[in-house]
């Protein structure tokens, strides 16, 4: 077994509680370091946790002209003008106290680190060749369980916060009504689902305010950006995306949790967390 490092220190080994015999002669009080080397402490535990899915959409203009409709047809232009990132992300933290258990160090931290699963197709259709440690047209972001963020250091009472588990689950797009407020409920959003919205083909109306089939929301509903996200030029294609776009368009999706600007999928704002997007590590 590894010799313990020195107090204070942080190690590159095992994180794993011994769960020692406390009433073993050989060990010392739990309150400090024991005469074998381990240490039997109080800590503080903080843990965080980021996880989402992301699409890109369209943003442009239709056009056409009188001579474009007639009694037996309708054709219409358009161009892609830009294009972004639609995201769903699920986020999770907290921080706690153990006590009653034995270490192999006095403090531990392991990196909130990221992968990626890009895809080359979005909604049926290919956009050819996606480059290593690039997004894509579509994909997922997250920490695997290795690499979620976990911290441990022994405890202070009068320094370190207690959190409950927080998680947050949000959209970077909400739903708006088109409707005049006459031919709706006191709030501008009644029973809009931005979640059941994911799976849609539509995402052109983000631009271009085409309304949506919502039969069963009251009036006419639009999404509408509320960030944009990983944005590029023009028509979409492979070779716009960058390595870069990856860490960029991460910890931007992590100041919004934390700060609680985008919506849940019930379209109602999401509150802040204590999620902190600063301990991502993007190092080697």
């Known amino acids: 077994m590894s010799l313990p490092v020195t107090p204070g220190a942080t ?10 015999n406390q009433n073993a002669s050989s060990l010392g009080p739990m309150s400090g370091v024991d005469g074998s080397g381990y240490y039997c402490s109080t800590m503080y ?3 965080q946790n980021l996880d989402y899915h992301y699409k890109r959409v369209p943003l442009g203009s239709l056009s056409w002209a009188p001579s474009d409709v007639s009694l037996t047809s309708v054709r219409l232009g358009g161009t892609v003008e830009h294009t972004v990132m ?21 403090r ?28 894509g047209p579509a994909g997922r972001v997250f920490n695997p369980a290795s690499a979620t963020y976990y911290h441990r250091e022994p405890y202070d009472a009068c320094g370190q916060p207690l959190w409950a588990t927080q998680v947050r689950i949000g959209y970077n797009w909400a739903v708006q009504s088109a409707s005049a407020n006459a031919l709706c409920a006191a709030t501008d959003f009644p029973n809009a ?5 994911w799976g849609t083909d539509k995402h052109f109306s983000l631009a271009t305010q085409l309304p949506q089939d919502a039969d069963e929301l009251c009036g006419k509903k639009l999404p509408i950006m509320d960030a944009w996200l990983n944005h590029k030029q023009g028509a ?40 902190d997007p600063g301990l991502h590590y993007w190092g080697p």
């Open 86 to 106: 639609i995201c769903e992300v699920v986020a999770t933290t907290r921080a706690y106290v153990v006590s009653g258990e034995c270490w192999e160090t006095a």
């Open 108 to 135: 531990y931290t392991q990196l909130q680190k990221f992968e990626i699963d890009a895809a080359s197709a979005l909604d049926g259709l290919s956009y050819g060749t996606v480059s290593p440690g690039t997004m």
């Open 11 to 20: 190690p590159t080994y095992s994180t794993r509680a011994l769960n020692l």
């Open 193 to 197: 689902t931005v979640g059941k919205w």
């Open 236 to 275: 979409y294609a492979t070779s716009q995306d960058s390595i870069f776009d990856v860490q960029l368009t991460t910890d931007q999706v992590g100041w919004a949790v934390q700060e609680g600007s985008w919506v849940n999928w019930l379209n109602n704002t999401l509150l802040p967390c204590n999620y």
């Open 45 to 47: 535990v903080q843990e």
